[in-house]
């Protein structure tokens, strides 16, 4: 297995964990509480109840590198719906009151890389989809 191949498991595991951690923060929190903010910010309450089942199962799902590609879609749409609903006023690095979306776009572009190289490197992926030509890359 390359350098690569190494690489990109850590940064999908490392990034399946970031978003489990909020999670389960949400799930800590109370996901009353989570909608509650949601619907303080003009999204629908139940909203907040899907992004924390994305986050924390899609997350887990990341960590052993299944269904990589679809967990990473959603992932981008959410951090767009994020910056769009949310972040875009502070702009990219905040107003001095609030943090800006540099974190979002962030996630966005691990995402995206995700999404283009969903097989690449050690994951249940690998197994379910087959051994490709640019798996071992």
Do not use: C
């Not at 940064?11 to 903010?37: D, E, P």
């Not at 924390?56 to 910056?83: E, F, P």
Request: aromatic share 8%; proline share 2%; glycine share 16%.
């Amino acid at each position: 297995m390359s350098i690569g191949s190494i690489i990109h498991t850590i940064v999908r595991i490392l990034f399946g964990a970031m978003f489990m951690f909020h999670g389960i923060a949400k799930l800590q929190m109370g996901l009353s509480n989570v909608a509650g903010w949601f619907n303080s910010i003009g999204l629908p309450g139940s909203l907040g109840y899907a992004v924390a089942i994305l986050e924390l199962l899609g997350g887990v799902l990341l960590i052993v590198g299944l269904a990589t590609r679809y967990i990473s879609l959603a992932y981008i749409i959410l951090m767009a719906g994020a910056i769009i609903s949310v972040k875009l006023p502070m702009g990219l690095l905040g107003d001095g009151k609030s943090a800006g979306f540099e974190l979002e776009l962030a996630y966005m572009l691990i995402a995206l890389f995700l999404t283009v190289e969903p097989k690449k490197g050690w994951g249940l992926d690998r197994l379910v989809g087959g051994s490709s030509s640019g798996a071992q890359a």
